[in-house]
T-cell receptor, first 110, second 113 residues
Framework: GENVEQHPSTLSVQEGDSAVIKCTYS??????FPWYKQELGKRPQLIID?????GEKKDQRIAVTLNKTAKHFSLHITETQPEDSAVYFC?????????FGAGTTVTVRA | KAGVTQTPRYLIKTRGQQVTLSCSPI?????VSWYQQTPGQGLQFLFE???????NKGNFPGRFSGRQFSNSRSEMNVSTLELGDSALYLC????????????FGEGSRLTVL
């Protein structure tokens, strides 16, 4: 099955700085890569996703990049704000069966 | 539109017991997935149901089982509970098994003593 590794496991950034989370996947057949955000005590919610025929996608302060050759994809958050503090999960999907990474706990320091 | 609803939200069981968790998907969603969330392990996929049929299954022992009813509501059952089964169990629904976004419930937190 698909194996997704996510780094770092924790990330502390100063408010206003950028945050980058990286994920690698094992199966080159993976074709859908979503990112979910889970705030403390709340349910995970989709924040952005990318398909294998696209190299980059942006939505306001967040962006995702995909390198199919290297089998890795990354989440970029610019101008971080306190509300960005949460656990972020990447996932890779083959035929819409999702395999999640272990998560990154992001803390934005005021 | 109501979101994904899971019951019960919290429960405590002892080793050897069994437990049944329930999930009501968003109206119109026919696919329901179950995940186990533990610290450091992320979201571990248990299984997915679509139109009452199990479409995918994760790498969990046979003690973990599930089903889906004709109204798309789903249940998962864990028999012979072990201490390691303590976790947050999340249910997620989506419109169909071949669409992307998962809509998660708030989860059922199971503690096994």
């Amino acid at each position: 099955g698909e194996n997704v590794e996510q780094h770092p496991s924790t990330l502390s950034v100063q408010e206003g700085d950028s945050a980058v989370i990286k994920c690698t996947y094992s199966d080159s057949a993976s074709n859908y890569f979503p990112w979910y955000k889970q705030e403390l005590g709340k349910r995970p919610q989709l924040i952005i996703d990318i398909r294998s025929n696209v190299g980059e996608k942006k939505d306001q302060r967040i962006a995702v990049t995909l390198n199919k050759t290297a089998k890795h994809f990354s989440l970029h958050i610019t101008e971080t704000q306190p509300e960005d503090s949460a656990v972020y999960f990447c996932a890779a999907s083959i035929d819409y069966k999702l395999s999640f990474g272990a998560g990154t706990t992001v803390t934005v320091r005021a | 539109k109501a979101g994904v609803t899971q019951t019960p939200r919290y429960l405590i069981k002892t080793r050897g017991q069994q437990v049944t968790l329930s999930c009501s998907p968003i109206s119109g969603h026919r696919s329901v997935s179950w995940y186990q969330q533990t610290p450091g392990q992320g979201l571990q996929f248990l299984f997915e149901y679509f139109s009452e049929t199990q479409r995918n299954k994760g790498n969990f022992p046979g003690r973990f089982s599930g089903r889906q009813f004709s109204n798309s509501r789903s249940e998962m059952n864990v028999s012979t509970l072990e201490l390691g089964d303590s976790a947050l169990y999340l249910c997620a629904s989506r419109l169909a098994a071949n669409t992307g976004e998962l809509f998660f419930g708030e989860g059922s937190r199971l503690t096994v003593l």
